[in-house]
């Protein structure tokens, strides 16, 4: 053989039988079959045997395997962020003409899905109170196919009565599918609760370091899972199995990250709860939470992320001033990493409801909770330097 194609020869030279504690980064598109019998493409990897990387590689496989043992999933598919992960579960459950349901605290970019690309295919998305509880039935219509939950909700935390909404819905015929980023998929257990497809953004806390983008969408049965896997293959949702790899790394530490985030998180919470400039936090532990008896029936822990309201009286410059003077936490989107985050929503679309630019969300790190209060208080007495400067 000439070196040169020596150079090209995939058999592998090496001793197999390396039994590492880590999984394998399993990079590959084309997977070389015996024969061409045994050819095939079907995206039924887990059941079929391996037949193109777009289905996923065997690191790709182990995540979402492991993923769905830990959810009480059927299967779980990985996607390449949360967002992905919202677009397959509505392009998998609606068509031309059908209604879906989606709560007003439904992360941004799920609304805005609906109000953009939903619109245009002629499937209507109605935004409904999140506290509804049994009261969905009145908004569900002979064409509704879906039904969105997400608890808590983006930036204002309302915890929702999922088990009675997937109850209702359940007795309507209609599919129920929930963001359970919040819960990492852990601390709310999404099927027991009768939903029928739960999704993360893997980009918080399955990751939770800051450096990756991944999302998974976990089918309760078999049916969520024929009603999924062929829009997954078509809409050609690979991911990159470094990647995964750090997702597979972050879950083994998941556990440590939520009992130590919740503490800080709480401790900082319970502070700010205090603070005569804060008029209300909403984080779903705190009875001040709108659902605060959900999050107590029916969660098994709380999380990093939660937000509050400056009282009225200060102004959104003042807001703007506070983050601004912030040290230790940083101005950014996105939560579950080791590093503490706040940011004001200036415009949130919360009917009857205006917090005029006093909402700040934050997340709790992994930092010492103690320094957090510390960098918040210095933030506090900067606003009420700029009050008496500008009275
Ligand atoms: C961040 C987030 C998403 C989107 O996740 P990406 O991986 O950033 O696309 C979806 N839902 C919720 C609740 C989120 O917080």
Known sequence: MDWRTK???PAPRARSGYRSLATPVYRG????FDSQADVTDDWRQAENGYSYGLYGTPTTLELAARLADLEGARHTFIVPGGQAAIALVYLAYCKAGSHALVPVSAYGPNREMADGLLRSLAITVEPYDPMIGSG???????????????????????????????????GCGVPVALDNTYAAGVLFDAFAHGVDVSIQALTKYVGGHSDILLGSVSARDDHAYAMLGPVYRQLGLAVSPDDCSL?????????????RLQLSALAVAEWLAR??????????????????????????GSASVFSFLFRTGISAKQVEYFVNGLNLFKIGLSWGGVTSLAVVYPALDRPGKNYGGRLVRLNVGLEEPLDLINDLEQAFDLIESLERFSD
Not at 147 to 162: A, F, K, L, R
Not at 278 to 291: F, I, M, N, Q, R
């Open 7 to 9: 150079l090209l020869d």
């Open 29 to 32: 598109s084309t997977v070389v």
């Open 136 to 170: 969905i039935k009145d908004l569900i219509k002979d064409n509704t196919s879906l039904i969105w939950c997400e608890s808590p909700g983006s930036v204002t935390m309302e915890v929702q009565d999922v088990p009675e909404i997937a109850r209702v819905a359940r």
């Open 247 to 259: 997702a597979l790394r972050g879950l083994q530490t998941l556990a440590v990250r939520l009992d």
């Open 275 to 300: 603070q005569a400039d804060v008029e209300t936090v909403l984080h779903p532990a705190l009875p001040s939470c709108p659902g605060h008896a959900n999050w107590k029936r029916d969660f098994t």
